[in-house]
């Protein structure tokens, strides 16, 4: 369900890259039974105006990318990335987890993917789509690694990023990304209640929240700029 956490993480810095993504249970008898066990699952809207690639097995973009292309695109800015750092989703810009020090279990490990690291030409983008019409970007399959260590944290998310959206960076250091949070998921009834309300979700949105203040002093450090409007 971190899917749903991730659609109300990015309304909440006001980026609005995500689609709608509620959790629900399913009682239908034409669905499986692995889909009506009673457990919740994360029903994501489908936007007919997503423009996706015609290759079968390639069609979770709007068009084939890879990493040094991408680089390329991020100058003077693009796309921002904070809604893929803090929830860590990796296997979007960094697709064999080549910013990580994975453990000897991780799948890239086992498929022999990080093996790929080593050349950056080789890298591919994912799960990156735009809307035609608006020439807007929209990120799917955002269900991220709550549970990485810190000391583990990947920031390639970061690499050839200078600048990030005002409101984003403001929202992160006004201290009240929790609150903020809350407030948002308060909304979902069933996931609020199937996670015990508040307090049973802070421990998830603490680690969100330490993420943020890891991902300022980045910015800080590397004396990175805002810029006023969000990039489409």
Known sequence: ???????HLDRVLGLN?????????FTSHLLPYS??????RPIIWWAPDLRHLEDANNDQNSCAL???????????????????????????????????????SE??????????????AELVLVHILVRPALSHLVFIDNAG??????????????????S????????????RLQSLLLESLRVDRE????????KGLRPLLRTIDRRARILLQYIQQCNLTVFEDSPR
């Open 35 to 40: 889909y009506t066990d009673g457990s919740l």
């Open 66 to 104: 890879g990493w040094l292309q991408y680089q390329e695109m991020l100058r003077p800015h693009g796309p921002t990335p904070v809604p893929k750092y803090l929830p860590q989703v990796h296997d979007r810009l960094d697709r064999y987890c080549c910013g990580f020090q994975p453990d000897p």
């Open 145 to 162: 690694r709550p549970q990485h260590p810190e000391e583990k944290l990947n920031f390639r998310l970061l690499q050839g990023i200078d």
């Open 1 to 7: 369900l971190y899917e749903v956490l991730a659609f």
């Open 191 to 198: 996931l609020w209640e199937s996670h015990g309300g508040a």
């Open 107 to 120: 799948p890239c490990m086992e498929e022999m993917l990080h093996e790929k690291c080593r050349n950056p």
């Open 17 to 25: 890259r995500s689609l709608p993504a509620v959790a629900r249970r």
């Open 164 to 175: 990030f959206p005002a409101v984003a960076v403001a929202t992160l250091r006004s201290g």
